[in-house]
């Protein structure tokens, strides 16, 4: 009979977002933890007994559990404590390895209330699409994505059509979280007009954009889009057509019920950072009177 080898197992990438509420000043941990048990794995190998089978479900409930319970101080210190957890509560478990991706914030600063507002770092990608025709014609699109920004609060969505499909309940406090995938066409056209200021208009337009996300008390992801992309041309003069295409990274509260926890929006709330399905909410806003020219789909930009 071949030799089961090394093994292991344990739910992967439990993507946990725990907010707390410092008054007006919200703070992020944003985690990827993955999970690897081994010990006494042979039988269920061999036979399919699950009896010293501790779930990958229940590996991904501990991991929501601590961080509303115990809270996440740094990646290493949860992991060393759901490490021992594993090893020191299951005697089947002789080796528990936790592997924790962090990922960074740092505020948007703006004129609104309160500090609830966060972009995450280092990650997107600035674009520039330039056409030329023998006419003389330039089209100049510029754009980014990959841009990751949060709203920790002053987020809500409710008052939506209802049929016997809808299960969703209404929000009344919802983290608002979106990747945002952005192109705007200058109306900078033929050789005869003033060249833009290409990086202050790209440093600029991203500030707009950034300020609109934070300062507008959200009612819905297509309201805060609207609110980006008409403060963009109404700011900045050299730009007469905006295009968003915004995908709705929910963030579900995690039931820690059945744990005896509450898991309240109020202070130091878990949350489940779904990847999939997402919502995908695409609009553009033009200056009065102009064409839009930019593809519906960004993808093609
Ligand atoms: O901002 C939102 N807009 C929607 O159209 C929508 N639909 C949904 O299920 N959640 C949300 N959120």
């Not at 699409?129 to 920004?149: F, M, N, P, R, Y």
């Amino acid at each position: 009979m071949p030799t089961l080898g090394q093994n292991q197992y344990g739910k992967a990438e439990n993507r946990v977002v725990r907010i707390t509420r410092d008054g007006a000043t919200h703070h992020i941990k944003d985690l990827n933890v993955s999970v690897a048990l081994s010990g006494d794995m042979d039988e269920v190998h061999y036979s399919g007994s699950n009896a010293s089978v501790l779930p990958t479900d229940t590996t991904k409930n501990t991991v929501y559990a601590f961080a509303k319970q115990y809270g996440i101080e740094s990646a290493e210190q949860f992991g060393v404590h759901l490490a021992r957890h594993f090893v020191t509560s299951q005697p089947a478990i002789h080796r528990a390895r936790i592997r924790i991706e962090e990922y960074a914030w740092e505020r948007v600063e703006h004129s609104g209330e309160g500090a609830h507002s966060f972009v995450r770092t280092g990650r997107e990608t600035r674009l520039a699409q330039i056409t030329h025709d023998d006419g003389g014609a330039w089209e100049v699109v510029s754009g980014l994505k990959d841009l990751t920004v949060m709203n920790s609060t002053n987020s809500e969505f409710w008052g939506y059509v209802k049929d016997k499909y809808t299960t969703l309940p209404e929000a009344y406090d919802r983290v608002l979280a979106t990747e945002v995938s952005g192109r705007w066409r200058f109306n900078w056209t033929d050789d005869t007009q003033p060249v833009p200021d290409w990086d202050e208009s790209y440093e600029e337009t991203r500030k707009h954009l950034l300020a609109a996300f934070a300062e507008t008390y959200s009612l819905s992801l297509q309201q805060t889009l609207y609110a980006m992309g008409s403060r963009i041309v109404e700011r900045r003069p050299e730009i007469d057509e905006v295009r968003f295409s915004l995908p709705n990274k929910h963030h579900f509260l995690v039931d820690l019920a059945p744990f005896g926890l509450k898991n309240d929006t109020a202070d130091s709330a878990v949350y489940f950072a779904a990847d999939r399905p997402y919502g995908l909410i695409e609009a553009t806003v033009l200056r009065d009177g102009c064409d839009a020219r930019i593809p519906e789909d960004l993808t093609n930009l």
